[in-house]
């Protein structure tokens, strides 16, 4: 019998240590596998987990400063959003005229750089002209009755419509307002003669240089930034606007009269960009457009307390002289205008929207 040396004795007894850690692995994965098997087979397995859905920012833009209307109106989009959405839909509002003016803002819904801002109608007019028609006045008696016309399935669809057929980039979300425009003068007007040969300053607007007009005015077409030095140098004699409008570059101060005619409802547009709106799933849209609604409610209530406290002001801080126009007054002023604006509206393709406003009087 021979004996293994001792160099030989420690290369066997590695060698037989190397096989059996083989033979281990072996059994633990064959049993690991069999393990996996029996929960397929009916044994318990652990539920999926969801992936969570990834944020989408939306970038939000107006001209208006940070106490404007228009500002706390897309702070409560944001937060409605946030809301319904579960922080899906984040909302990064750019004011002030961050993102340019309202012609530089329109393009930026078409190149994505946009989903969502709030335009006045005059720049939207740009692209579909039959949105200038909501500045003429008189069209509207009341908050109510503009209400009762644009905050309606009905009267939404009859915009959208319009903006898809020009291919605008972008649809409404919700309408809302600055608030009822009425007249500013250097002098008291009173009566129906104090319009004959009044220099009313109007903005660069045919609609309404011929309403103006129909009423005895001299329409002067005036930048809204040069108002304060027209009415200065006697250029202009009145002006219209909202109180926040009046107020904005100072005009109290040179014109001390304040008419309430109220004579517009001066609408402004939350716009969604179409391929924003158009990539999200259904439930999402779904949700953004119950933000909408909820928005369009909530802005007229923020415009008209705007404009109540704004009024208060000229009155006691400003030393303005606010008037209600009579009865009377009103009355001659919307029987001179009225046919003129239903000529209007048929020149322009507008007399299905005149009627309706008219259903609603």
């Known amino acids: 019998m021979r004996f293994l040396s001792v160099k030989n004795a420690w290369k066997v007894t590695a060698l037989m240590l190397a096989i059996m850690l083989l033979a281990f692995s072996v059994v633990g994965c064959g049993g ?3 393990a996996t098997n029996g929960q397929a087979n009916g044994g318990e397995q652990a539920p999926e987990q969801t992936p969570p859905q990834e944020s989408i ?3 939000f833009g107006h001209l208006a400063s940070p106490d404007h209307p228009y500002q706390k109106a897309a702070e409560v989009f944001r937060d409605k959003l946030d809301e319904y959405t579960d922080g899906v839909i984040k909302l990064d509002i750019k004011g002030a005229g961050a993102l340019g003016d309202e012609a530089s803002m ?3 819904y078409k190149t994505g750089d946009m989903q969502a801002g709030i335009q006045f109608s005059g720049s939207v007019a740009a692209v579909a002209e039959q949105f200038g028609f909501l500045a003429i006045p008189f069209l509207f008696d009341s908050y109510e009755h503009w209400e009762s016309v644009m905050h309606t399935e009905e009267g939404r669809a009859f915009w959208n419509d319009i903006l898809a057929q020009e291919r605008a980039g972008f ?5 809302g307002t600055e608030g009822t425009r009425s007249i500013y003068s ?3 007007i009173t009566t129906i003669e104090d319009f004959s040969g009044l220099k009313m300053r109007i903005p660069e607007n045919p609609i309404m240089a011929t309403v103006w007009g129909s009423l005895g005015c001299i329409p002067v077409s005036l930048p809204f930034a040069d108002v304060y030095s027209g009415l200065q140098a006697g250029l202009i004699d009145a002006s219209e606007n909202s109180p926040t409008g009046y107020t904005h570059f100072a005009h109290q101060e040179v014109a ?7 004579h517009e409802v001066s609408a402004a547009w ?3 960009a179409d391929n924003a709106y158009e990539a999200l799933s259904p439930d999402l849209q779904q949700k953004v457009d119950q933000a909408l609604a909820d928005v369009q409610v909530e802005w007229l209530r923020i415009a008209k307390e705007a404009e109540l406290v704004k009024q208060d002001q000229l009155e006691t801080e400003m030393g303005v002289t606010i008037t209600e126009p009579s009865p009377e007054l009103l009355d001659q002023l919307t029987g001179i205008v009225m046919p003129v604006v239903e000529q209007l509206a048929e020149e322009r393709n507008m007399l299905e929207f005149f009627e309706l406003v008219n259903a609603r009087r």
Request: hydrophobic residues 50%; glycine residues 8%.
């Open 256 to 262: 001390k009269y304040y008419l309430l005619t109220r």
């Open 106 to 108: 329109l393009e930026l």
């Open 186 to 188: 250097k002098e008291p």
């Open 270 to 272: 939350m716009m969604v």
């Open 171 to 175: 649809r409404v979300g919700a309408i």
């Open 32 to 34: 690991g596998q069999q």
């Open 57 to 59: 920012v939306w970038v």
